[in-house]
């Protein structure tokens, strides 16, 4: 194929340098390549019209206004009723003490690894926060239920906490999101220009005044972006809520009692056997409908904040 | 500024000690969260290992936790990650290509396929069960809930990190590389199949390593599509139903908490077996990018 290429270009000798022989073999592979790309474009439609299509449904059944402002959510007993607010409730209340976890420990841990650490130090840090990246979800949600909560919780803390409880869900989610935070942020610090860095030093600044009133501002656009990010992955989680948290669909705003997220009851109800049509079916997808218009939101703006560092160091 | 310039002269030796007390407390924060993995890991390590035997591999789940195995689990893994494979690796590939080789940015169709990636990544993992759910296991493919419809909703949810890293990988190859190739009258395809591949397969094939790693232990998208918890045989075809290890992990500490047998171990030995084969997964990878990293 090269050779006969080679030479066909050679027989052609100059005139027509600009238009080639239309190859149709190239075409073809491009359209290809082009069908590839609309596969996770497709992925994206079927998600928004699945939901749609049985979140309407359910609006034809239950009205918007008792959806999300009800307080009461009994969907799978009679009387039935959909007040949405405790799920939502239960899914920032983990979602919160996920972020007070997180978000200290996660920043830093960045400032230690982008201002502080040697490069030796942080090639082997590096991958042990991977590790803690990769666990599983379902690990973190056994160890929160039959480690965390008897263990640290009731017996080291003397906490009076129920065996499922928001507590240990959200403490544990916290070292689940910390890697992500920690990593995003230590991007946008490492991308502060040196020279920032240096002209404060020159003007007799410590390291500590350098990281926390330089780099920290300079950065602070990437690190909005790491902790909506964070969030955002926090809202999604399923395992470790369900399995530490109990199935309780719960107003009240006390961490150490059982709560149920959105995440969590689609993962509790949705077993596979749910009759089509239902519903319990059409309940399913409106929870769904919501936690991802929320995380949606919330990536949308987590890239602009990204956009925004980027645009003013590179 | 001012305001540090007095600072030096005030107290320099108070200055030292926030100086160091600072670092200290920044060091606590990364102990921390390698301290809670370090406590994880034993953990897992203490309720499980004296489960983790021949007997635990060879067997099926059974009523008597004694007895009890993840066979079924097991192979019902390999099956999941098998078909996840081969649906990731040409569609991510191809989609990583035709962003970085062939698509003009300025395009709003392309630009559009990118920012969905982006979000893509981010939709939680339950919300790709609800899709597989609505389109593979019921809806126009209604493939039931069989291993199939299992592993293509891993895939669709592992996608977008095949793609990311893969562009990168492709992105990474000197534009030289490309040129040379050209000017030697090669196709763009030609230049691609035979020069801007080959030097990105390490890259790629770590993208595609990590994504399988992230989707061997995804729990609620196969619950939502069905994945079964009690089985006692191996998935036999692409029809078959299925079990997978986080989906019997998940079983085995639900009894754990209501059943008089002690299922606890169970679940132990199984998440043990589970980050074993993460951390073989992550090894590979590991060493991939490190043994064929290439500088140009």
Same mark, same amino acid.
């Given at each position: 194929?090269?050779?006969?290429?080679?030479?066909?270009?050679?027989?052609?000798?100059?005139?027509?340098?600009?238009?080639?022989?239309?190859?149709?073999?190239?075409?073809?592979?491009?359209?290809?390549?082009?069908?590839?790309?609309?596969?996770?474009?497709?992925?994206?439609?079927?998600?928004?019209?699945?939901?749609?299509?049985?979140?309407?449904?359910?609006?034809?059944?239950?009205?918007?206004?008792?959806?999300?402002?009800?307080?009461?959510?009994?969907?799978?007993?009679?009387?039935?009723?959909?007040?949405?607010?405790?799920?939502?409730?239960?899914?920032?209340?983990?979602?919160?003490?996920?972020?007070?976890?997180?978000?200290?420990?996660?920043?830093?841990?960045?400032?230690?690894?982008?201002?502080?650490?040697?490069?030796?130090?942080?090639?082997?840090?590096?991958?042990?926060?991977?590790?803690?990246?990769?666990?599983?979800?379902?690990?973190?949600?056994?160890?929160?239920?039959?480690?965390?909560?008897?263990?640290?919780?009731?017996?080291?803390?003397?906490?009076?906490?129920?065996?499922?409880?928001?507590?240990?869900?959200?403490?544990?989610?916290?070292?689940?999101?910390?890697?992500?935070?920690?990593?995003?942020?230590?991007?946008?610090?490492?991308?502060?220009?040196?020279?920032?860095?240096?002209?404060?030093?020159?003007?007799?600044?410590?390291?500590?005044?350098?990281?926390?009133?330089?780099?920290?501002?300079?950065?602070?656009?990437?690190?909005?972006?790491?902790?909506?990010?964070?969030?955002?992955?926090?809202?999604?989680?399923?395992?470790?809520?369900?399995?530490?948290?109990?199935?309780?669909?719960?107003?009240?705003?006390?961490?150490?009692?059982?709560?149920?997220?959105?995440?969590?009851?689609?993962?509790?109800?949705?077993?596979?056997?749910?009759?089509?049509?239902?519903?319990?079916?059409?309940?399913?997808?409106?929870?769904?409908?919501?936690?991802?218009?929320?995380?949606?939101?919330?990536?949308?703006?987590?890239?602009?904040?990204?956009?925004?560092?980027?645009?003013?160091?590179? | 500024?001012?305001?540090?310039?007095?600072?030096?002269?005030?107290?320099?030796?108070?200055?030292?000690?926030?100086?160091?007390?600072?670092?200290?407390?920044?060091?606590?924060?990364?102990?921390?969260?390698?301290?809670?993995?370090?406590?994880?890991?034993?953990?897992?390590?203490?309720?499980?290992?004296?489960?983790?035997?021949?007997?635990?591999?060879?067997?099926?789940?059974?009523?008597?936790?004694?007895?009890?195995?993840?066979?079924?689990?097991?192979?019902?893994?390999?099956?999941?990650?098998?078909?996840?494979?081969?649906?990731?690796?040409?569609?991510?590939?191809?989609?990583?290509?035709?962003?970085? &080789?062939?698509?003009?940015?300025?395009?709003?169709?392309?630009?559009?396929?990118?920012?969905?990636?982006?979000?893509?990544?981010?939709?939680?993992?339950?919300?790709?069960?609800?899709?597989?759910?609505?389109?593979?296991?019921?809806?126009?493919?209604?493939?039931?809930?069989?291993?199939?419809?299992?592993?293509?909703?891993?895939?669709?949810?592992?996608?977008?990190?095949?793609?990311?890293?893969?562009?990168?990988?492709?992105?990474?190859?000197?534009?030289?590389?490309?040129?040379?190739?050209?000017?030697?009258?090669?196709?763009?395809?030609?230049?691609?199949?035979?020069?801007?591949?080959?030097?990105?397969?390490?890259?790629?094939?770590?993208?595609?390593?990590?994504?399988?790693?992230?989707?061997?232990? &995804?729990?609620?998208?196969?619950?939502?599509?069905?994945?079964?918890?009690?089985?006692?045989?191996?998935?036999?075809?692409?029809?078959?139903?299925?079990?997978?290890?986080?989906?019997?992990?998940?079983?085995?500490?639900?009894?754990?908490?209501?059943?008089?047998?002690?299922?606890?171990?169970?679940?132990?030995?199984?998440?043990?077996?589970?980050?074993?084969?993460?951390?073989?997964?992550?090894?590979?990878?590991?060493?991939?990018?490190?043994?064929?990293?290439?500088?140009?």
């Amino acid at each position: 194929m090269e050779a006969s290429a080679a030479s066909a270009a050679g027989a052609r000798a100059v005139p027509s340098l600009g238009a080639a022989r239309r190859r149709w073999g190239e075409a073809l592979i491009k359209a290809l390549l082009i069908l590839a790309a609309l596969i996770s474009v497709l992925t994206t439609t079927g998600i928004v019209i699945a939901l749609l299509r049985e979140t309407i449904d359910f609006f034809g059944e239950v009205g918007v206004w008792e959806f999300l402002s009800g307080g009461k959510w009994t969907p799978l007993f009679e009387p039935a009723s959909f007040g949405v607010r405790p799920l939502v409730v239960g899914t920032f209340l983990v979602t919160g003490v996920a972020l007070l976890v997180a978000a200290p420990l996660g920043l830093g841990a960045a400032i230690y690894l982008s201002e502080y650490a040697k490069p030796r130090v942080r090639k082997t840090i590096k991958p042990i926060l991977e590790i803690l990246a990769g666990v599983p979800t379902i690990v973190f949600g056994y160890f929160a239920l039959t480690f965390f909560t008897p263990n640290v919780l009731q017996d080291l803390l003397h906490l009076k906490v129920d065996l499922f409880n928001a507590l240990a869900a959200g403490i544990i989610m916290g070292f689940m999101i910390l890697p992500t935070i920690a990593s995003v942020a230590e991007d946008a610090m490492s991308a502060v220009p040196q020279s920032l860095r240096e002209g404060a030093y020159g003007l007799g600044a410590s390291k500590l005044q350098v990281s926390v009133r330089v780099v920290f501002p300079a950065a602070l656009s990437g690190i909005v972006a790491a902790i909506v990010l964070g969030v955002s992955r926090a809202v999604g989680e399923t395992m470790i809520v369900l399995l530490a948290s109990g199935a309780v669909a719960n107003n009240s705003l006390n961490p150490t009692e059982p709560h149920q997220s959105l995440a969590a009851f689609i993962g509790a109800t949705a077993g596979g056997d749910t009759p089509t049509g239902s519903i319990e079916y059409k309940t399913i997808f409106a929870v769904g409908m919501l936690l991802f218009v929320i995380t949606l939101i919330m990536n949308l703006i987590s890239i602009r904040f990204v956009r925004k560092y980027r645009q003013v160091y590179e | 500024m001012s305001a540090t310039s007095e600072a030096i002269q005030a107290a320099p030796a108070s200055r030292r000690a926030k100086d160091t007390a600072f670092r200290v407390a920044l060091m606590a924060c990364l102990g921390l969260s390698i301290l809670l993995l370090g406590v994880l890991l034993y953990d897992v390590v203490k309720d499980g290992a004296g489960h983790l035997d021949a007997d635990f591999i060879s067997s099926f789940t059974s009523i008597s936790a004694d007895k009890a195995g993840a066979q079924a689990a097991i192979w019902g893994t390999i099956w999941l990650m098998g078909i996840c494979a081969v649906f990731i690796v040409p569609v991510g590939v191809a989609t990583a290509i035709y962003l970085e &080789e062939y698509a003009d940015n300025d395009r709003w169709y392309n630009r559009l396929i990118e920012v969905n990636i982006q979000n893509l990544a981010a939709v939680p993992s339950v919300v790709y069960g609800i899709l597989g759910l609505a389109f593979l296991v019921r809806g126009p493919l209604a493939l039931g809930n069989t291993v199939l419809a299992g592993g293509l909703t891993l895939g669709l949810l592992v996608l977008p990190v095949v793609i990311i890293a893969g562009r990168e990988a492709i992105r990474a190859v000197p534009p030289s590389i490309r040129e040379g190739s050209m000017a030697l009258g090669a196709t763009q395809w030609q230049t691609i199949w035979r020069q801007v591949l080959p030097a990105s397969i390490p890259g790629i094939a770590t993208g595609v390593i990590l994504a399988l790693s992230r989707a061997i232990g &995804e729990t609620a998208p196969l619950i939502v599509v069905g994945a079964a918890t009690v089985i006692a045989f191996n998935p036999d075809g692409l029809d078959s139903q299925f079990t997978a290890l986080p989906i019997q992990i998940f079983d085995w500490i639900n009894r754990a908490s209501n059943d008089v047998n002690n299922y606890k171990p169970l679940a132990a030995a199984a998440i043990l077996l589970l980050m074993i084969m993460l951390i073989l997964m992550n090894s590979v990878a590991i060493w991939l990018r490190n043994r064929y990293e290439q500088k140009w």
